[in-house]
């Protein structure tokens, strides 16, 4: 079809066609590649809806079990083009044309497939005649296949969703990189549905029949038993405890402990904290992983940079992160070099056609040895390796410099973070703030264990900088002029807790004060007791018992062991997003269930720092609890299937095989106890505030998100009236009830 008679005939549809895509686009939810899983709710376009009913809805458009026939090739032709256009290194020859954008090089290279238009002469002329455009193109199909007006929508939508996957990773190749630098391989939303469209028309081109078959499929969805009763059931008995437990407790008079630690409010933390609370007298409190500090990291040695704050916000400084003296970055300098250097070479051997059997032949039998010995002994292999690699690179701390933060940005900073936790007096000697992250051997979900509010990766960075900040006196100068005094007596050190072991290093500091060294000392060895006691709580959970020397033993075991599926059990078992003082859950075992974030009312009298607490760290909080409540009622529609039969894909994703969709959820060694006995409980997010519900009201109102997520079901909301302990429950129409609203 020319384009004086596609743009004479349809131009009312090139003027609806842009928000007909919009519209296609909506009930699709990003997905982050590997480098950063983060953790998104699958049914994030489905927000608007109330819970019940999106249940349903995504019932109808993502659990399908069977397509049309006529899918499948459309689908397997698609996934070998955005395989190839994606990828980030892991093929050995890269598609051609990547840098014209997804579409042009697309249209430029489909001529010579010839699995998609089998050498048919009409369909090769249709492809030369297809439109440049992508927007054009997908008019032409729209002709091709008789796609009524009424039925764009729809379909668009259909060709979306029954390729979820990878339509959630071009939603965030085109949404959520904004941050980054602009990609050198360019995609658009019209380009994926201009390609998905093409593709359809080559292959079937009764393809109209899709929109018949999700309407029976729809009237099957319907008629299937909703999930939502055992939902249900999960949160009355899980709640119902909780605050019974809540309502006994008695507020306690502030003291100066011999040291307080900030921990992020991640649901791992609390278990380690109340083991750390029983070791002496040491406060805990809970902030958002990345400390308040919006930056990107890039380390001066290997030039890596990546964003280490929340998806939510932008970094808004570069931080550079340089070994702790001259030798030592001269020393790595030339380390990385040479790691980077041998790991290269060898990336090139492997995938190479001409010389990968040679390097089989090789490295056959050394290789063969090394794999026994990682099988059969891997702390011996871990550590082995560990010592081969300090001599090449030596392995010095890494300090951030704070010459890109302004000053006035880092009293903003400090003044923030120590407000926002109700840390505004009664200072112990030693603060401590500890960022977290996970240690793991041949594990494609790594960044998933780390820490969220950091992007998937892990907090000592953020930690350190946060210090270095509260250390300066003429930032302490600056906090004296707002009324927060901290004593000279006072000292910030960073530090890091690693979820997986239960080790928490602390990061060296250049004191003299022999005082405060013992201190230091002191608080290390509590925190190693507290990892013991920790690692052998979670060794109960994991279905074994051995005492706490046994257990630690056993939890580095598994964090080094490239054959172990399950290194830990993550986030899995999370309900509740609790935002109040420590003594209000000191006493109770809360079972690592709930992600506990510091907050002190009296502090707050105008709902500012409440506010920001319910629309960033809650929200993504939701978003977590959303992925694993999915991922556990299904695990291949909305979680990424079994880890033993997984593939990577361009080194962004996970395939269930060669030619599978991009798998986008959490495995289910990650939810699952065995493979038909769930160890996660699905749930929907409990957030208990501890605060008059009269002042969360003010924020309500004005915060659309919050509205959103509340009138519609998704987060449940609880006040704690701080003069009683009794609890209000906001019901759907945002009026608070004495009893928990039904749904």
């Known amino acids: 079809m020319s384009e004086k008679i596609l743009n004479k005939e349809n131009h009312e549809s090139f003027e609806n066609l842009d928000s007909i895509c919009k519209e296609s686009w909506k009930i699709i939810a990003p997905f982050w590649p590997l480098k950063n899983l983060i953790a998104v709710n699958p049914l994030q376009g489905l927000e608007d809806l109330p819970f019940e009913e999106a249940l349903t809805q995504g019932a109808i458009f993502f659990e399908q079990k069977e397509f049309p026939k006529q899918m499948e090739p459309i689908n397997i032709n698609t996934i070998k083009w955005v395989q190839a256009f994606f990828d980030e290194g892991q093929a050995s020859l890269s598609m051609p044309l990547r840098k014209q954008g997804f579409y042009n090089a697309w249209k430029k290279l489909v001529y010579f497939d010839d699995h998609l238009h089998g050498n048919d002469k009409r369909k090769k002329e249709w492809l030369l005649e297809l439109s440049d455009s992508p927007d054009r193109a997908i008019i032409q199909c729209f002709l091709k296949l008789k796609i009524a007006k009424n039925d764009q929508s729809l379909f668009l939508t259909l060709m979306l969703t029954t390729l979820p996957g990878w339509a959630s990773y071009i939603k965030y190749r085109t949404c959520w990189t904004q941050?980054?630098?602009?990609?050198?391989?360019?995609?658009?939303?019209?380009?994926?549905?201009?390609?998905?469209?093409?593709?359809?028309?080559?292959?079937?081109?009764?393809?109209?029949?899709?929109?018949?078959?999700?309407?029976?499929?729809?009237?099957?969805?319907?008629?299937?038993?909703?999930?939502?009763?055992?939902?249900?059931?999960?949160?009355?008995?899980?709640?119902?405890?909780?605050?019974?437990?809540?309502?006994?407790?008695?507020?306690?008079?502030?003291?100066?402990?011999?040291?307080?630690?900030?921990?992020?409010?991640?649901?791992?933390?609390?278990?380690?904290?109340?083991?750390?609370?029983?070791?002496?007298?040491?406060?805990?409190?809970?902030?958002?992983?990345?400390?308040?500090?919006?930056?990107?990291?890039?380390?001066?040695?290997?030039?890596?940079?990546?964003?280490?704050?929340?998806?939510?916000?932008?970094?808004?400084?570069?931080?550079?992160?340089?070994?702790?003296?001259?030798?030592?970055?001269?020393?790595?300098?030339?380390?990385?070099?040479?790691?980077?250097?041998?790991?290269?070479?060898?990336?090139?051997?492997?995938?190479?056609?001409?010389?990968?059997?040679?390097?089989?032949?090789?490295?056959?039998?050394?290789?063969?040895?090394?794999?026994?010995?990682?099988?059969?002994?891997?702390?011996?292999?871990?550590?082995?390796f560990t010592s081969i690699v300090k001599k090449i690179r030596p392995q010095n701390a890494l300090v951030p410099s704070l010459d890109e933060i302004p000053f006035s940005d880092q009293c903003s900073y400090a003044h923030s973070i120590l407000r926002s936790i109700g840390l505004t007096k009664n200072f112990s000697p030693l603060i401590v703030f500890c960022g977290h992250g996970s240690a793991t051997q041949n594990n494609a979900y790594a960044s998933a264990l780390d820490c969220g509010a950091c992007g998937g990766h892990h907090g000592a960075s953020n930690a350190k900088i946060i210090t270095n900040i509260l250390n300066t006196q003429t930032v302490r100068q600056y906090l004296k002029e707002k009324e927060i005094l901290i004593p000279d007596s006072t000292y910030f050190i960073a530090a890091e807790h690693t979820t997986t072991t239960d080790k928490v290093e602390l990061y060296s500091t250049d004191s003299s004060d022999k005082s405060l060294t013992k201190k230091i000392e002191k608080l290390r060895e509590a925190l190693k007791k507290a990892g013991k006691i920790n690692s052998q709580n979670r060794c109960k959970k994991m279905g074994f018992y051995s005492d706490e020397n046994k257990s630690f033993l056993h939890t580095t075991i598994r964090s080094v062991d490239w054959a172990q599926v399950r290194p830990e059990w993550g986030l899995a078992q999370n309900a509740s997003f609790m935002v109040a003082p420590r003594h209000i859950s000191k006493k109770i075992d809360l079972d690592g269930r709930a992600f506990l974030h510091s907050y002190d009312h009296l502090q707050d009298p105008e709902g500012d720092i409440l506010t920001a607490i319910l629309t960033a760290p809650m929200v993504v909080g939701q978003w977590i609890n959303s992925q694993y409540l999915f991922s556990t009622l299904n695990t291949t529609a909305y979680g990424s299937?079994?880890?033993?039969?997984?593939?990577?894909?361009?080194?962004?994703?996970?395939?269930?095989?060669?030619?599978?969709?991009?798998?986008?959820?959490?495995?289910?060694?990650?939810?699952?106890?065995?493979?038909?006995?769930?160890?996660?409980?699905?749930?929907?997010?409990?957030?208990?505030?501890?605060?008059?519900?009269?002042?969360?009201?003010?924020?309500?109102?004005?915060?659309?998100?919050?509205?959103?997520?509340?009138?519609?079901?998704?987060?449940?909301?609880?006040?704690?009236?701080?003069?009683?302990?009794?609890?209000?429950?906001?019901?759907?129409?945002?009026?608070?009830?004495?009893?928990?609203?039904?749904?």
């Open 179 to 384: 941050a980054e630098p602009s990609h050198p391989h360019p995609v658009s939303q019209l380009d994926y549905l201009a390609i998905r469209l093409a593709t359809t028309c080559l292959l079937w081109q009764e393809a109209a029949e899709l929109i018949t078959w999700y309407k029976k499929n729809k009237e099957t969805q319907v008629k299937k038993v909703s999930p939502l009763n055992e939902i249900l059931k999960n949160e009355n008995e899980y709640l119902l405890a909780l605050l019974t437990s809540l309502k006994a407790q008695k507020v306690t008079v502030a003291s100066s402990p011999e040291a307080q630690l900030v921990f992020c409010i991640d649901v791992r933390s609390e278990p380690f904290r109340r083991s750390l609370e029983n070791q002496g007298d040491y406060e805990t409190l809970g902030a958002a992983g990345f400390f308040g500090i919006p930056v990107s990291i890039k380390n001066s040695t290997t030039k890596e940079l990546y964003a280490s704050c929340p998806v939510l916000l932008k970094p808004k400084h570069t931080v550079e992160e340089s070994p702790c003296s001259t030798q030592a970055s001269y020393s790595d300098q030339k380390g990385y070099q040479k790691l980077a250097t041998l790991k290269a070479f060898y990336q090139s051997l492997k995938y190479n056609f001409g010389t990968s059997f040679a390097l089989v032949e090789l490295l056959g039998f050394p290789a063969g040895l090394w794999m026994a010995l990682k099988t059969l002994h891997p702390l011996f292999a871990f550590t082995l």
């Open 641 to 743: 299937g079994s880890k033993i039969t997984k593939n990577i894909t361009g080194k962004i994703g996970i395939m269930q095989g060669n030619a599978s969709d991009l798998m986008t959820g959490l495995p289910l060694q990650s939810v699952y106890r065995t493979d038909k006995q769930a160890y996660h409980k699905p749930v929907r997010l409990m957030t208990i505030v501890y605060a008059p519900f009269t002042l969360i009201d003010k924020i309500i109102e004005k915060q659309p998100v919050l509205q959103k997520l509340f009138r519609n079901g998704w987060v449940l909301l609880i006040s704690i009236n701080p003069e009683d302990n009794q609890p209000s429950f906001l019901d759907r129409n945002l009026k608070w009830k004495k009893e928990k609203p039904q749904i």
